[in-house]
């Protein structure tokens, strides 16, 4: 039996964790659950999986969940040490990360220091300290699995490979929901535009990353430090109907893809149960109802973002924490109706522009780098500062 934390219960990979978990009880066991501001959820996420352990994000909401609580309680934590508890509870063997954002970095590095193996969906926890990230997963000899979809899919296109038979590495992009507007069309997207995407329901920040294609970048970055594979070697390929969810090309020329309906339960459960494979509620595929399947390249010049991930990891240290910032608070303004969409690119350059890149050798100092990050980026847009 596994047993489970879920750090960010409440999100959209939280519930389809939860989903893969009601589908094979006798698999699973949730130890510890971790929400941000979503009570309602929580409570009935308690109710149905009585976790013994559960932390959300500050004192108050701790205060307003124990009031709503009837019968028996967990225990209820709040605040990064909350989150740091219940990812190295005791009990627990595999930690599901799914916050969204930088803020999942430490509760996640935790848990690997506590030897728990992860399930990896909060990608950011790559992009801002890869390196550190896998120098403690290789030191504490726990398993990483990745949840995102393309790295499930690249993950699944290397089962039994060596790694000097690689020569590339192709992930997959829907395009999001602007994939045939024009450069001016952008410059007015709203944000209900940015958030109606064809293919994946999700959160919204990461909704608005695919819309600008920074979703992509972030996994180029991500693909580099999970596969220990240089960003030259990683290619983007648009494919509009998410039905490849990404591929391997060897050097014979042989090409390893996975395939499926665009459901992340898939790669949840991969994840959860590998080397096994479980039902995990996805629809089977049939190919003969589609019309057909397509792959381009990227337009990097209506979607830049893509572009200065590619630079932020050519530029490495510091750069790649730096840039995941800025676009956190771009993407924040951007839904707060503050900016535009083409200013979500154009701040994180200028904040990218700002900064000389430096050896981050801490999660502290990774820290320090997401601070002077945001702060910048708030600068640049003109946005108080908290
Ligand atoms: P979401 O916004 O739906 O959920 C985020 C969860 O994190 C919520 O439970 C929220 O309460 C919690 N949270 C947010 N900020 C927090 C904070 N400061 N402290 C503590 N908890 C906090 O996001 P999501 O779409 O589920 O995405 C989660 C992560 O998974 C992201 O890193 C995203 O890039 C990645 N991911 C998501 C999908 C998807 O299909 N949704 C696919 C691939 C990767
Ligand atoms: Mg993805």
Request: charge should be negative; charged fraction near 20%; include cysteine.
């Given at each position: 039996m596994k047993k489970l934390t879920i750090l960010g219960s409440t999100g959209s990979i939280g519930v389809s964790t939860l989903d893969v978990v009601s589908a094979q009880p006798d698999m699973f066991k949730v130890v510890a659950l971790t929400a941000g501001s979503n009570m309602e959820l929580l409570k009935e996420q308690i109710e149905k999986y009585s976790p013994e352990v559960v932390s959300v994000l500050n004192e108050h909401k701790a205060r307003t969940l124990k009031k709503m609580l009837t019968g028996k309680k967990p225990e209820i934590l709040h605040g990064v040490a909350g989150m740091i508890a219940a990812a190295t509870a005791a009990e627990t063997t595999m930690v599901v990360a799914a916050i969204v954002g930088a803020a999942g970095l430490v509760p996640t590095a935790a848990a690997i220091m506590a030897g728990k193996d992860v399930a990896l969906a909060n990608k950011e926890t790559l992009v801002t300290a890869g390196h550190l990230v896998m120098n403690m997963v290789r030191e504490k000899g726990v398993k990483l699995y990745?949840?995102?979809?393309?790295?499930?899919?690249?993950?699944?296109?290397?089962?039994?490979?060596?790694?000097?038979?690689?020569?590339?590495?192709?992930?997959?992009?829907?395009?999001?929901?602007?994939?045939?507007?024009?450069?001016?069309?952008?410059?007015?997207?709203?944000?209900?535009?940015?958030?109606?995407?064809?293919?994946?329901?999700?959160?919204?920040?990461?909704?608005?990353?695919?819309?600008?294609?920074?979703?992509?970048?972030?996994?180029?970055?991500?693909?580099?430090?999970?596969?220990?594979?240089?960003?030259?070697?990683?290619?983007?390929?648009?494919?509009?109907?998410?039905?490849?969810?990404?591929?391997?090309?060897?050097?014979?020329?042989?090409?390893?893809?996975?395939?499926?309906?665009?459901?992340?339960?898939?790669?949840?459960?991969?994840?959860?149960?590998?080397?096994?494979?479980?039902?995990?509620?996805?629809?089977?595929?049939?190919?003969t109802t589609l019309s057909g399947l397509t792959f381009f390249n990227p337009d990097l010049d209506r979607f830049p973002a893509l572009r200065l991930a590619y630079q932020a990891s050519e530029s490495g240290e510091s750069m790649p924490a730096v840039m995941n910032a800025a676009n956190e608070i771009a993407v924040d303004a951007f839904l707060g109706g503050r900016i535009g969409f083409m200013a979500i690119a154009e701040s994180i350059e200028k904040v990218m522009n700002l900064h000389t890149p430096h050896a981050l050798n801490s999660i502290e100092e990774v820290l320090e780098a997401d601070l002077w990050g945001r702060r910048t980026a708030r600068e640049v847009l003109g946005v108080p500062q908290p």
């Open positions: 990745p949840v995102d979809s393309e790295h499930c899919a690249v993950f699944q296109s290397m089962v039994g490979h060596r790694d000097q038979d690689i020569s590339r590495v192709i992930l997959t992009a829907s395009g999001g929901p602007f994939l045939n507007w024009s450069r001016d069309r952008l410059a007015n997207a709203t944000v209900t535009d940015a958030l109606n995407h064809p293919n994946w329901s999700m959160g919204r920040k990461i909704t608005v990353d695919s819309a600008t294609m920074m979703n992509k970048g972030l996994e180029v970055i991500e693909a580099r430090w999970l596969f220990d594979i240089p960003v030259s070697r990683i290619d983007v390929n648009v494919h509009p109907q998410s039905i490849i969810h990404s591929m391997v090309e060897y050097v014979d020329g042989s090409v390893m893809a996975q395939l499926g309906v665009p459901d992340m339960k898939g790669p949840i459960a991969y994840a959860l149960t590998y080397p096994a494979r479980i039902p995990s509620g996805v629809k089977p595929l049939d190919l």
